[in-house]
């Protein structure tokens, strides 16, 4: 596996990863309707402005077949209820190949390194309520839940769970 920055260039290959993988693990859980109508909101414009915002920033896990996995983080977002300096994990995708293959920790490290080297006391994100798979792997890598939050799909609103890691 070896590991980049993402650049522009890659936003065919990431968005791809990140459509197959959220079907793959969500789909089953919406409306074709719903479904459809959060992957709109993931056009090429839309992840060209991503690249856009000084503070976002992609990391890409590549093997012989390609995008294995990506990891985005950012300044926060999330409504984290916190005085301290924050940054966010905004999304960490694999592809089905990558399961198991030591890259979500590669990414996850990258993630909480770009935070401290932001000066940040804390990292965010947000995991699907029954998700147990990635919540143990976020446990295990220090966050902790913090309560609910909606994470809209369409017009189904999901339970997601805020998560944080003090760094």
Sequence with gaps: MRYRDA??????????????SFVATFGHLYTPENLAAFLDKFTPAAWAGEFAE??????????????????????????????????????????????????AQMLIDWALDQGRARGAEEMWLSVYIDNHRAKR??????????????????DHADEDRLMRCRL
């Excluded at 650049?7 to 197959?20: E, Q, Y």
């Excluded at 077949?65 to 694999?94: C, H, I, M, N, W």
């Excluded at 792997?137 to 369409?154: A, K, L, S, T």
């Design 7 to 20: 650049t522009p260039a890659d936003i065919p290959a990431i968005d791809a990863l990140f459509r197959a």
């Design 54 to 103: 000084p503070d976002l920033k992609f990391r890409l896990a590549e093997d012989e077949a390609g995008l294995a996995g990506f990891a985005k983080v950012s300044d926060l977002t999330l409504p984290a209820e916190t005085a301290a300096r924050t940054y966010e994990l905004r999304q960490l995708y694999l592809d089905e190949r990558a399961k198991g293959s030591g890259a």
């Design 137 to 154: 792997f976020y446990e295990r890598n220090g966050f902790e839940d913090q309560g609910p939050y909606i994470f809209m799909v369409g």
